[in-house]
C-alpha cells in the first residue's frame, strides 16, 4: 500500500515519558489512590485531567468532592480552561460537585463558630482563601446556583479578622456578590448588596479594589436601567485604575466602562475601550480562553450597537466556538453566548427572513436556562422574549393559516411570560420592561390587535424616553414601530408622518446615513405619501431612498474595521490620559 507524501514526511513524535507515566499512573488509580496525597498539586492536576480524559468521571468526582483535593488544585492557576473542562464534564454527569464542595466549606465554617475561632482544625485565614478561590472559581465556571452562600460566609468570616484586613475583605466579598446578582439578574438583591458596598468603600484605602468596584457599581446601574448615575460610576472606575489592579482586572474595568459609554451613545468612547480591552485580552489570554471570550462579547455588543451586525455575528460565533470548546452546552456560559449570537443573527437576516439559525441558536439557550435555572429565571426569561421575537418573523412569512398562529400564539405566551417575570424584579420604570412592551406591540400589530399594539407601542416609548431622553437610538426604534402601526393599519397618516421623521432624525444623527433601520422608515414614508397622494414629498423621499440604497451598497462593498485587531494596547495611564482628553471633547 502507498503511503501519502503527507504521512512519508511527516517525523515520528513519540509521547514524552512524563504524559506516559501520567497515563499509566491514572491506569492504577484505584490500586494507588492511598499514594496520591503525596504527590506535588501540579502532577495531581494532571492526573486528574487524564481522569477526566479517559472517562473515569464517578472516580474523579468522589476525589473532587473533597475539600482538601479541590483546594490543592485550586492553586494550578496556569491551566484554569482544563479544570474548567473537567469540572463541567463531572457537573453534565450529573455529579453535584458545585453543592457538595459549597456545603462542606460552609459546615467547615460553622466549625470554626463552634470552638470560637480557637484551635479549629481548618486556619481561619485558610478558610478565607479558600472560599475566596472557590467562589471565585464557580462564578467563572458559570456554575453560581448555591455560590451566594461561599460570599456570604466571607462577609461574616471578615469580621474575626483585625484592621486594615476586615474592610478590605468585606469589600471584596460584596464586590463579588454584586457581580453574582447582576449576572443572574436578580436586582432587588443586587440593590442591597449595591448600597451595603457603597457604605463600606469610603473605609477601603485599596485603589485597585476601588476601580473594581466602581466597575461592578456601573455595570449593576446600568442593569438597573441609572444610566446616567452609571456612566458617573463609571468616571470614577477610569480615574482610580491603576496599573496595580492586573491585566485581568484592568480588562474587567474597562469592558464595563466601555459598556455605558456604547449604551449613552458615547460611541468613540466605548471604541476606545473595547478595542483597549480586546488589545490587553488578547496579549495577556489564550485564543481559546473563556475571558477572551468574554470581551470578545463586549465587543460584538459594540457592533451591534453601530449597526454593524455582520461583524457583531463574527465576533459572537467565536464567542460560542470557544465557550463550547471549554464548558461544551450545557452551561451558562455557553448559553448567554448563544442568545447574544441568535439575537444578532436575527437582527443580520430580517430582511432575508431566513430564522432557522435563529431559531435554532435561541431554543438551546432556553433549554440550558431553564435546565440549570429553572422556568422562573430571569435570564429563562430574556431567551425566550428572542426566541419570540423570531417566532414572530417566521410565522409572518409562513403560507399556512394554522401555522401562522401556532406560531404567534406560542410567541405572545412567551412575551407575556417574559414580562411578568421582568415587571417582578424591575417593576415598570426600566429600560428591559419598555422593551417588552415593544415587542407586545410589534407581536400585537402582527396578530391585528390594534389598539392594545398602540397601548403598548405608547409605554414603550414613554419609559424610554423617560429613562434615555427624547433623542435616544431606543426612542427612535419605538417611534418608527407606532409609525408603522399608524401607517399601515390605523390610516393615521399624519401621526405616522411626523413620527416617521423623528425616527429618521434621530437615526442619522446617532448612526449615520447609512443606518439599516433607516430603510423601514422611508419606505414607511413612501407608502404614506403615495397613499395620501402627496406626490411631490414621495418623489423627494424616492430620491433619498434611492441615494441611502447606494451609500450602503458602497459600505458593504468596503473593507470591514479590521482596526480592532491592529491595535497596540496601551498602559494605564496611557488609557486613562486618553479616555479623559476623549471626554472633555
Not at 485531567?49 to 483535593?69: A, F, P, R, V, W
Not at 457581580?179 to 451595603?196: F, G, L, P, V, W
Request: hydrophobic share 40%; aromatic share 10%.
Amino acid at each position: 500500500m502507498k503511503m501519502s507524501a503527507d504521512v512519508r514526511t511527516q517525523p515520528f513524535q513519540p509521547d514524552s515519558l512524563y504524559h506516559l507515566a501520567t497515563v499509566t499512573t491514572t491506569n492504577q488509580f484505584s490500586k494507588l489512590r492511598n499514594k496520591y496525597q503525596f504527590l506535588p498539586n501540579h502532577i495531581l492536576f494532571d492526573v486528574f485531567i487524564e481522569l477526566s480524559h479517559n472517562g473515569s468521571l464517578c472516580q474523579l468526582g468522589i476525589e473532587l468532592m473533597d475539600l482538601t483535593t479541590f483546594e490543592r488544585i485550586l492553586e494550578i492557576t496556569g491551566r484554569r480552561s482544563k479544570l474548567y473542562n473537567c469540572f463541567q464534564k463531572l457537573m453534565v454527569h450529573g455529579t453535584e460537585l458545585a453543592t457538595a464542595l459549597v456545603q462542606s466549606l460552609h459546615e467547615k465554617i460553622l466549625a470554626c463558630y463552634a470552638v470560637h475561632f480557637t484551635n479549629p482544625e481548618w486556619p481561619l485565614r485558610r478558610l478565607v482563601r479558600l472560599a475566596w478561590r472557590l467562589g471565585c472559581f464557580l462564578i467563572d465556571a458559570g456554575w453560581t446556583n448555591h455560590v451566594e452562600t461561599v460570599f456570604e460566609d466571607l462577609i461574616a468570616l471578615a469580621d474575626h479578622i483585625p484592621e486594615p484586613g476586615r474592610s478590605e475583605l468585606k469589600v471584596q466579598a460584596l464586590n463579588q456578590r454584586l457581580q453574582i446578582d447582576c449576572i443572574k439578574c436578580k436586582y432587588q438583591s443586587a440593590s442591597t448588596c449595591a448600597a451595603r458596598l457603597q457604605d463600606l468603600l469610603p473605609n477601603v484605602c485599596n485603589s485597585p479594589l476601588i476601580s473594581r468596584c466602581y466597575a461592578s457599581l456601573c455595570s449593576y446601574l446600568m442593569g438597573a436601567s441609572q444610566f446616567e448615575e452609571a456612566f458617573r460610576v463609571s468616571t470614577k472606575a477610569m480615574e482610580t485604575l491603576t496599573p496595580q489592579l492586573g491585566s485581568k482586572m484592568v480588562v474587567e474595568v474597562l469592558r464595563s466602562c466601555s459598556k455605558i459609554c456604547v449604551a449613552k451613545r458615547k460611541f468613540e468612547l466605548g471604541k476606545f475601550l473595547i478595542y483597549q480591552a480586546v488589545a490587553i485580552a488578547r496579549f495577556e489570554f489564550s485564543e481559546c480562553d473563556p475571558k477572551l471570550a468574554e470581551v470578545l462579547s463586549d465587543l460584538g455588543f459594540y457592533y451591534l450597537n453601530i449597526d454593524a451586525v455582520q461583524e457583531s455575528v463574527d465576533v459572537y460565533s467565536r464567542c460560542v466556538e470557544v465557550l463550547r470548546l471549554v464548558f461544551g452546552t450545557r452551561n451558562v456560559n455557553v448559553a448567554l453566548a448563544l442568545e447574544d449570537l441568535a439575537y444578532a443573527t436575527y437582527v443580520l437576516e430580517y430582511s432575508s427572513g431566513n430564522f432557522d439559525e435563529a431559531r435554532d441558536l435561541a431554543e438551546c439557550a432556553v433549554e440550558v436556562f431553564v435546565e440549570l435555572l429553572g422556568e422562573d429565571s430571569l435570564l429563562a426569561a430574556s431567551a425566550q422574549r428572542v426566541k419570540a421575537l423570531i417566532l414572530e418573523e417566521i410565522a409572518i412569512d409562513s403560507p399556512l393559516k394554522e401555522v401562522q398562529e401556532s406560531l404567534l400564539q406560542e410567541a405572545h405566551q412567551l412575551h407575556l411570560r417574559s414580562l411578568d417575570l421582568v415587571r417582578q424584579e424591575f417593576g415598570d420604570e426600566s429600560l428591559l420592561t419598555a422593551k417588552h412592551y415593544g415587542n407586545l406591540g410589534r407581536l400585537y400589530q402582527t396578530m391585528k390587535r390594534y389598539p392594545q399594539a398602540e397601548e403598548m407601542h405608547k409605554r414603550a416609548i414613554e419609559i424610554k424616553e423617560k429613562l434615555l431622553g427624547p433623542d435616544d437610538y431606543e426612542v427612535a426604534l419605538s417611534i418608527g414601530h407606532l409609525a408603522s402601526l399608524y401607517n399601515y393599519d390605523m390610516k393615521k397618516y399624519e401621526e405616522a408622518e411626523q413620527l416617521y421623521l423623528r425616527s429618521i432624525d434621530i437615526g442619522i444623527r446617532l448612526l449615520g446615513n447609512t443606518y439599516s433601520g433607516l430603510e423601514y422608515d422611508y419606505r414607511g414614508l413612501i407608502k404614506l405619501y403615495s397613499k395620501t397622494q402627496q406626490y411631490q414629498k414621495l418623489l423627494h423621499y424616492q430620491s433619498i431612498y434611492d441615494e441611502y440604497k447606494q451609500c450602503v451598497l458602497i459600505k458593504m462593498s468596503q473593507s470591514r474595521d479590521s482596526t480592532v485587531g491592529s491595535v497596540s494596547h496601551m498602559t494605564v495611564d496611557e488609557i486613562k490620559s486618553e479616555f479623559f482628553r476623549m471626554l472633555s471633547t
